[in-house]
């Protein structure tokens, strides 16, 4: 074989082996990464004193979405009592 059949071969196999391992591991970097800053996001709140029902609520306006095995929970008791509003 000449060089530049060697070549061509070997680019032929990176190419088809090469490009959906590295899909793979940018694939589950970027979850990665999403998940890290829902962690640090959902921190931050339970340290302002978010309910668990307002951190829920927040989450399903950002389009997160539900483990298929999970079902969600729609209503979660408040932590702390509701205020009323001052006017009715």
């Known amino acids: 074989m000449h060089d530049e059949e060697v070549f061509i071969a070997l680019a032929g196999m990176a ?15 970027y979850l990665a990464w999403k998940q890290w ?3 640090a996001l959902v921190r931050d709140m339970l340290n302002r ?19 298929r095995h999970m079902k969600p929970i729609i209503d979660v ?4 009592p509701i205020r009323q509003p001052a006017y009715n």
């Not at 004193?49 to 483990?67: D, K, S």
């Not at 008791?77 to 702390?80: D, E, F, L, N, V």
């Open 37 to 39: 800053h829902a962690t």
């Open 49 to 67: 004193g978010y309910t668990a029902q307002e951190i829920m609520q927040m989450f399903q306006v950002l389009g997160h979405r539900y483990p």
């Open 15 to 29: 190419g088809v082996f090469g490009l959906p391992a590295i899909w793979v591991v940018t694939h589950y970097a």
């Open 77 to 80: 008791p408040p932590a702390k």
